[in-house]
């Protein structure tokens, strides 16, 4: 199982929100590319990278960033997710040497977009559910919509997407502990791996899902508890490196 370093990109500089809060920021560093190279030192085997700004914009804001991340460290697989709306932002990350884009609330709202993309960059399109009570969230969190997670899930599968990366909104960067169960119901019901995302606190939460890795998830995206230290990543990797 992969653990996978969170960089929130929000003006340039390294922040992570609650519950997607743009107003409830904490600044961890005004240098992520220097961040990227601290979890790589620690073992990271892929990072996940949000373009906060482009979330909320419906454009990149922070590509500058990533593409010197991407430069940084070639070797690094990267996935990015946040305001990625069309067909030339997905190209120019893939360009860039980004490895996986994540599309949001645009699988949702233009679900044949999705089609599209997985068609047109096969292997490299992962798409991003953000649910709360098995309903999946769209615009930065700001609405629930109607759409049930697990079906939606499955038409994506179907079309031929990489991995789902599954965010439990109400559990993001409230360091209250990952929703398992519900991360494991997902994984049972698509054959496409799943990234577990949202709540990740402390050692337990790693061991949690591990105990479930073989079910179809395939890692697990941490943010807040590593750079608050609640989480020691170096030796969270080792540990979800155990379960592969």
């Not at 085997?45 to 991407?70: C, E, T």
């Not at 233009?110 to 615009?139: M, R, S, Y």
């Not at 991360?183 to 698509?190: D, E, G, K, V, Y």
């Given at each position: 199982m992969?653990?996978i370093?969170a960089i929130?990109?929000?003006?340039?500089?390294?922040?992570?929100l609650r519950?997607?809060r743009?107003?409830?920021?904490?600044?961890f560093?005004?240098?992520p590319v220097a961040v990227?190279g601290?979890?790589?030192?620690?073992?990271?085997?892929?990072?996940?990278?949000?373009?906060?700004?482009?979330?909320?914009a419906g454009?990149?804001?922070?590509?500058?960033?990533?593409?010197?991340i991407?430069?940084?460290y070639?070797d690094?697989?990267?996935?990015?997710?946040?305001?990625i709306r069309?067909?030339d932002?997905?190209?120019?990350?893939?360009?860039?040497?980004v490895?996986?884009?994540?599309?949001?609330?645009?699988?949702v709202?233009?679900?044949?977009?999705?089609h599209?993309?997985?068609?047109?960059?096969p292997?490299?399109?992962?798409?991003?559910?953000d649910?709360?009570?098995?309903?999946?969230?769209?615009d930065?969190?700001?609405?629930?919509?109607?759409?049930?997670?697990?079906d939606?899930?499955?038409?994506f599968?179907?079309?031929?997407?990489?991995a789902?990366?599954?965010?439990?909104?109400?559990?993001?960067?409230?360091?209250?502990?990952?929703?398992?169960?519900?991360?494991?119901?997902l994984?049972?019901?698509?054959?496409?791996?799943?990234?577990?995302?949202?709540?990740?606190t402390?050692?337990?939460?790693?061991h949690?899902?591990g105990?479930v890795?073989?079910?179809g998830i395939?890692?697990?995206i941490?943010?807040?508890?590593?750079?608050?230290?609640t989480?020691?990543f170096a030796?969270?990797e080792?540990i979800?490196?155990?379960y592969s």
């Amino acid at each position: 199982m992969l653990l996978i370093p969170a960089i929130d990109l929000k003006e340039g500089k390294c922040v992570r929100l609650r519950q997607g809060r743009m107003e409830d920021d904490t600044v961890f560093s005004d240098d992520p590319v220097a961040v990227a190279g601290r979890w790589v030192a620690a073992g990271a085997r892929r990072i996940h990278l949000v373009d906060l700004d482009g979330a909320f914009a419906g454009k990149p804001k922070n590509a500058d960033v990533v593409h010197r991340i991407a430069e940084a460290y070639p070797d690094l697989p990267i996935q990015i997710g946040g305001g990625i709306r069309d067909e030339d932002t997905i190209e120019a990350y893939l360009n860039a040497g980004v490895q996986y884009v994540i599309i949001g609330t645009k699988a949702v709202s233009t679900p044949h977009f999705v089609h599209d993309v997985a068609i047109e960059f096969p292997g490299h399109i992962i798409v991003g559910l953000d649910a709360k009570d098995g309903k999946v969230a769209v615009d930065g969190w700001s609405k629930l919509s109607n759409h049930d997670v697990i079906d939606l899930a499955q038409k994506f599968e179907a079309q031929g997407v990489e991995a789902i990366v599954y965010t439990d909104i109400s559990r993001d960067g409230m360091m209250q502990g990952v929703n398992v169960e519900a991360t494991a119901r997902l994984a049972r019901a698509i054959t496409i791996p799943v990234i577990a995302s949202g709540g990740i606190t402390n050692m337990d939460d790693i061991h949690a899902l591990g105990v479930v890795a073989h079910e179809g998830i395939m890692g697990a995206i941490t943010g807040r508890a590593i750079y608050e230290g609640t989480l020691d990543f170096a030796q969270a990797e080792k540990i979800a490196e155990s379960y592969s």
